[in-house]
């Protein structure tokens, strides 16, 4: 290996050292308790060399939610091969509550954590949550394509996106703040909340 690859990877994996400090001490302590200096200070680097890769924070938190819905994508490349919308619409439920459940701090930073002032305050380009919206696109041109092969009654797509979502968001937010542990073993919440799902499913389904 090159001087300057070598100078490269290890860029490389202080970057992500950066990245996975920040994301343990966002889900700890929330956006506006984080400090450059408490993630240097957690990585034993100087704030300085911090800056050297994020020009702040707020790009750090953005980055991180990127690579969030990295994973979750990664999760759901597979879901154009399932020919049944209703079926892939269960499979898109049932892929959100396991990322959830794998990645509780990058889902409590992508779906928990409160927004950020300095994102209310000015809504710039990196702001948009443009991953986000693209993740809930999808969940509505599956509703869609339900109603237009009539498996599911009609209805306003948004309204029934937001239903579906928070059904199972809510499962994964009770799961990863340990609230359904008198209802399961840590082992059987995961087929708990499928079970919930298939519910949830066969409730919107219609008969022949």
Known sequence: MGINERKDKQKAELRQL??????????EHGFE?????????????????????FKDKTEILFELNEIGFRKLGEMNKNLAEIQNPLVRLYKLGENYMQFGLENPQYYDLMFMMKVPSVCINNMEEICKWKSGDHAFDILLSILQECIDKKLIKPG???????????????????AIRDRL?????????FPVMVRSLNWIINTIELSG
Do not use: C, N
């Open 18 to 27: 950066i990245l996975d400090a920040s994301v343990k001490l966002f889900s």
């Open 33 to 53: 308790g984080v400090s450059i200096r408490k993630i240097a200070e957690l990585i034993e680097y100087s704030p300085t060399t911090i800056y050297l890769h």
């Open 156 to 174: 306003d797509t948004m309204t029934m996106g937001l239903t579906f979502w928070s059904l199972v968001h809510g499962h994964v937010a009770l």
């Open 181 to 189: 542990e008198k209802m399961a073993d840590q082992k059987d919440i």
